[in-house]
């Protein structure tokens, strides 16, 4: 389906102008002409049948009066055809048998949350009713999807948590209206679906031997570390989804990542034994530069000759000064050294 843009049809301001001059025409004619029903003049009994029959039947042009405000449009179909779409704002009149699609009127995309129909309330009477009826005009502006938290394994198996916000607008009212069932349901569905296929891909830290990019080369990719480049390929994955319903995905943010309840606990010792391991390699490195850097200053200044047994205490001592969790406690030797 190919969208066609109604252009010429901003003259509702004429018609509702017309109609309400000839409404009060009709009303001066049924005066009129009732004067003459007690003489039964033809004439004017002509004249007040005319003013009755558009008093009841004048309404009819106004239901093709339609406003519309900025980044607003209407789809309308006749008897079941579509004949075009009215964009931007203005005041229009079309066909009053035009009736204005939106199946997804109904539908709302939570700001964070997922599709939600809203209940159809009707109610009558004196008992303080209100009828809820939705619009049928389509936002053109820029919209904001959040959907759930999803739990999904990334390529180690690993489950995680992640949330992402996609930004998106309509660009074809005609494929979004009659393309799909409803768009907004339908882009809910394939940002999830997205989600999955590309999340999969990923580990969530850097991990050895995973090829993120499918150029069967291993890198450094992860969900964590990568976030730019996995928002993009989501964004991308999504737009081929939805360009059959005439959507244009604008961007796409990762709003929440996280490692699964049931792990995360697990996750976290492995964390910090890492960030430990790390800092031991650290501490000792320096430690074994600082205990070279003391034997060849001594050496080279000949402070003190030492045997290999005696370097090899002195190393062993500075070690455990240097690696050692707690500060040294100090013992002064006031014998001979041998």
Do not use: H
């Amino acid at each position: 389906m190919k969208e066609k843009v109604l252009n010429t049809k901003k003259n509702g301001m004429a018609v509702l102008f017309v109609t309400v001059l000839l409404y009060l025409a009709g009303i001066g004619c049924m005066i009129w002409g009732g004067l003459g029903l007690e003489k039964e003049i033809p004439e004017r009994i002509a004249v007040f049948a005319v003013g009755a029959l558009w008093i009841c039947v004048g309404w009819l042009p106004a239901l093709g009066l339609k406003v519309l405000k900025p980044q607003e449009a209407l789809v309308l179909t006749l008897f079941g055809k579509y004949i075009g779409t009215l964009k931007g704002e203005g005041f229009y009149f079309v066909n009053p048998f035009c009736v204005a699609v939106n199946p997804a009127a109904r539908t709302k995309l939570n700001q964070s949350g997922d599709v939600v129909e809203e209940p159809v309330v009707q109610t009558a009477g004196n008992s303080g009713a209100s009828v809820s009826i939705p619009s049928k005009r389509i936002s053109l502006k820029v919209m904001t999807l959040s959907n759930n938290r999803q739990k999904i394994n990334d390529c180690l198996g690993n489950p995680v948590e992640i949330g992402i916000a996609v930004m998106w607008r309509i660009v074809d009212t005609a494929k979004a209206v009659f393309d799909v069932d409803n768009y907004k349901a339908f882009l809910s569905l394939q940002c999830d679906a997205a989600l999955r296929n590309v999340v999969r891909v990923y580990p969530y830290d850097v991990a050895p031997n995973v090829d993120t990019t499918g150029d069967g080369i291993a890198d450094d990719g992860s969900l964590r570390g990568s976030s730019e480049i996995v928002a993009g390929r989501i964004r991308d994955e999504i737009q081929k989804r939805v360009e059959q319903a005439g959507i244009e995905i604008i961007e796409s943010r990762i709003t929440y990542l996280a490692y699964a309840p049931e792990i995360a606990a697990v996750m976290l010792q492995r964390q910090q034994a890492s960030a430990i391991i790390d800092a031991r390699k650290m501490i000792v490195e320096g430690a074994v530069g600082m205990v070279e850097m003391a034997l060849d200053r001594l050496s080279a200044n000949k402070t003190v000759e030492l045997d290999e047994e005696r370097k090899a205490a002195m190393v062993s001592n500075l070690l455990v000064v240097l690696c050692g969790n707690r500060d040294a406690q100090p013992v002064v030797n006031s014998g001979s050294l041998y």
